[in-house]
């Protein structure tokens, strides 16, 4: 797996969903993007498969975006 890879991670130990590796973080961990979704997301790497080409023919369903002039601050 490398970086920008489509794959597929298991979430809340039931569900899978379409992904795409952003970074590799410390330990086993893996930075991912929920690309139907629209999130990040910090996964195990033992929770990642690689994405079978047939979930790869359609189109991510989330777009990114950002309003211009907003400033996003975590509490």
């Known amino acids: 797996m490398c ?11 039931w569900k ?4 795409r590796i952003l970074k590799f973080s410390k330990g086993n961990d893996v930075i991912v993007d929920l690309v139907d979704i629209g999130n990040d997301n910090i996964v195990n790497i033992e929770n990642i498969r690689p994405l079978l080409k047939v979930f790869g023919r359609l189109p991510p369903l ?14």
């Open 62 to 75: 989330a777009l990114r975006c950002r309003m211009k002039g907003m400033v996003l601050e975590i509490i």
């Open 3 to 13: 970086i920008g890879a489509p794959c597929a991670v298991l979430i809340d130990d």
């Open 16 to 19: 899978w969903l379409r992904a």
